[in-house]
């Protein structure tokens, strides 16, 4: 029993000091590798949208749900619009948020590095700008609102940056006459009459734009030049309301309306997880895929506006969709998987070609004991045939026994001891050639 322990202590001795410069390399290589792997996606992230009241906050909490669904926590947080969501997403403040098209200036050079630390996921759906007024008169052109009472939303809100460009386009100064109101707050005053008109730049589906659609009284306007708008404002996109399409009994609108629209874009900081960039895109699709008012199916998500660079993560997306292992496999798991394949490719890439050495380096250090017997034995044998002296005749035999002896005592892995018994068998080889010598002096 303990011969079969010593055996085995013995096997693995030699397996060591065969295999520890494969772990040293294959340490390296784990070292080295893990430098390129990405730690693990965070489990909340914050999304900054608009009003409560607004199709951001409204869009938010659908992809909350499906995030959800996912182990991951979206927290939607509200803000006054567009220009707040930009500050918190440059402060850290939110990691992800709903910015319209236009509030960015896109870069005069397109080859001009970025610096603002922050990434488009890509245009989501279209947002009308709908200019709800009140009286009989029908109105197109914005030049018919002067000396009127217009709210056009709140302080950091995309709506008022907007409403201010194209109110100066069309010569309106600012003045008292323009209230900060946005939202249902707008509505409301709309309603009463203690305001004339009110930007409102929301989805079609939106709470406010629904309200205001279905007031009676409350008319919206249709651009007669919104295609002078389009090329004035080229971040603008001329859309038409159908003839009927909001309500197919009452017949409303009863004729198309033209309407402008900037996109939502959903920016993201540049430092967001790759993995949750492509679990937001899956959620965007989800939500905004279907066919709409103004969109066709399939049109969104798209990287419609260039004010910010597109993330290389949704350059991806919209090039193939979810990786392959998002496609089959539990959004965590898929991001495991994902991590251990940059980590273990590199080192399997070293191990298949040393594992392939690995066993003749073995084979030789166990056979390296033998040889140097071997090589003794051979230096002999030359000795006894070229320059037999019979007066060294103990010295032979001491020589012989010496090697018959290492031999007997060599510990070598059971499947190599065939090499000793063959050694042996050749020291007694070498001795029956000295008794020859001897019987001939």
């Known amino acids: 029993m303990m011969a079969k322990i010593k055996a085995g202590l013995l096997s693995l001795r030699d397996l060591f000091a065969t295999a520890w410069w494969i772990i040293l390399i ?3 290589g784990f070292v080295v590798a893990y430098q390129f792997v990405q730690p693990a996606p965070p489990s909340r992230i914050v999304i900054t949208t608009g009003s409560d009241s607004g199709a951001y906050y409204q869009f938010a909490n659908r992809y909350a749900a499906i995030l959800a669904r996912n182990g991951v926590t979206l927290e939607v947080k509200t803000s006054a619009g567009s220009l707040e969501n930009l500050a918190r997403l440059k402060n850290d403040e939110a990691q992800v948020g709903f910015v319209q098209g236009g509030v960015v200036e896109p870069k005069a050079d397109q080859d001009e590095e970025d610096d603002s630390g922050l990434l488009s996921l890509g245009s989501m759906f279209y947002e009308p ?15 018919e609102l002067r000396g009127k009472r217009i709210a056009i939303g709140q302080e950091g809100s995309g709506v008022r940056q907007l409403a201010q460009q194209l109110l ?19 509505a409301e005053e709309l309603q009463q009459g203690r305001i004339d008109a009110a930007f409102i730049i929301a989805a079609e589906k ?3 734009v629904q309200v205001l659609l279905r007031s009676p009284g409350i008319k919206v306007m249709s ?8 090329r004035r404002f080229p971040f603008l996109t001329k859309l038409t ?8 009994v009452r017949d409303f609108p009863p004729e ?8 939502a874009n959903l920016i993201v900081r540049d430092d967001l997880h790759p993995a949750l960039q492509s679990l937001l895109l899956q959620a965007a699709s989800e939500v905004h895929g279907k066919s709409g008012f103004f969109q066709d199916a399939g049109e969104f998500p798209a990287y419609k506006d260039q004010m910010l660079p597109l993330s290389p993560n949704a350059a991806r997306y919209y090039k193939s969709g979810p990786s392959f292992l998002q496609r089959y496999l539990p959004f965590w798991l898929a991001v495991l998987v994902d991590r251990l394949i940059v980590l273990l490719v590199p080192i399997v890439a070293l191990l298949i070609p040393l594992l392939k050495i690995a066993p003749a380096i073995y084979t030789w250090r166990v056979r390296s004991k033998v040889f140097r017997c071997y090589g003794e034995l051979k230096f002999l044998e030359e000795d006894l045939k070229h320059h037999f002296d019979a007066a060294k005749l103990a010295d032979y035999r001491s020589r012989l026994d010496t090697l018959d002896e290492e031999a007997s005592q060599l510990r ?24 020859k010598k001897e019987s001939q002096a």
């Open 206 to 208: 939106a709470p406010v």
């Open 256 to 263: 198309d309306i033209k309407v402008l629209a900037p996109t």
């Open 168 to 186: 100066s386009a069309n010569e309106i100064p600012t003045g008292d006459q323009l209230v900060a109101l946005s939202g249902l707050k707008a």
């Open 129 to 143: 700008v709908w200019v709800f007024y009140r009286g009989d008169k029908r109105l197109e052109r914005l030049t």
């Open 223 to 230: 651009f007669a030049q919104a295609g002078a708008y389009q």
């Open 412 to 435: 070598v892995p059971l499947g190599y001891t065939d090499l000793v018994y063959t050694l042996r068998e050749h020291v007694n080889l070498v001795r029956h050639i000295l008794d």
């Open 26 to 28: 294959v340490g390296i």
């Open 241 to 248: 309301f159908p003839h009927g399409v909001a309500d197919l």
